[in-house]
T-cell receptor
């Protein structure tokens, strides 16, 4: 089983739609969770951290479910500029290491 | 501020040749990570350093790969000899728990633009 699993997509949604991605992780001892965004042919960049209580940043909401070992990302009012690959990231057994999922591709169309 | 700098941005070489990738981390960061990204396997950690010392190289695929960090501002990843299956995008990233004024597990890593390697 992979340490971090994501649906690769692609998710094709119209502008203004709400879209949600889920991600599962295998290490129950993981303490830190993140979503990174990667544009085509660019480097990954931190989108947001995921806290136990859930957190929101504008149109983006991240949730953590420790019991079921999954995290989610909700994007409201999708914009064309949201088109990218979203990487689910969890810290590994060695807490200085980050384990990246293979990413979920989002394509927002007009 | 300059971000993580990598060179070259693109490298095309023939099988059997030596390839050297270079990275300059963000000034003040004490962690440096080397990753490889392919469509099939996603982003894989190859090795990481803390204060110029290699901490975990368990992700290095085989002896053909080696990495060094002679000082706080420079690191290299070398492949010798290169093979077609090494074709990928190689990213360098840096981070610092102290610089980010956070405690606990590492969080944000800052990635360089990557080196796109093609081995023919």
């Amino acid at each position: 089983r992979k340490e971090v699993e994501q649906d690769p997509g692609p998710f094709n949604v119209p502008e203004g739609a709400t879209v949600a991605f889920n991600c599962t992780y295998s290490n129950s001892a993981s303490q830190s969770f993140f979503w990174y965004r990667q544009d085509c042919r660019k480097e990954p960049k931190l989108l947001m951290s995921v806290y136990s209580s859930g957190n929101e940043d504008g149109r983006f909401t991240a949730q953590l479910n420790r019991a079921s070992q999954y995290i989610s990302l909700l994007i409201r009012d999708s914009k064309l500029s949201d088109s990218a690959t979203y990487l689910c990231v969890v810290n590994g057994m060695d807490t200085d290491k980050l384990i990246f999922g293979t990413g979920t591709r989002l394509q927002v169309f007009p | 501020d300059a971000g993580v700098i990598q060179s070259p941005r693109h490298e095309v070489t023939e099988m059997g040749q030596e390839v050297t990738l270079r990275c300059k981390p963000i000034s003040g960061h004490d962690y440096l990570f080397w990753y490889r990204q392919t469509m099939m396997r996603g982003l894989e950690l190859l090795i990481y350093f803390n204060n110029n010392v290699p901490i975990d190289d368990s992700g290095m695929p085989e002896d053909r790969f080696s990495a060094k960090m002679p000082n706080a501002s420079f690191s290299t990843l070398k492949i010798q000899p290169s093979e077609p299956r090494d074709s990928a995008v190689y990213f360098c990233a840096s981070s610092s728990r102290l610089a980010l004024k956070r405690e606990g597990p590492m969080d944000e890593q800052f990635f360089g633009p990557g080196t796109r390697l093609t081995v023919l």
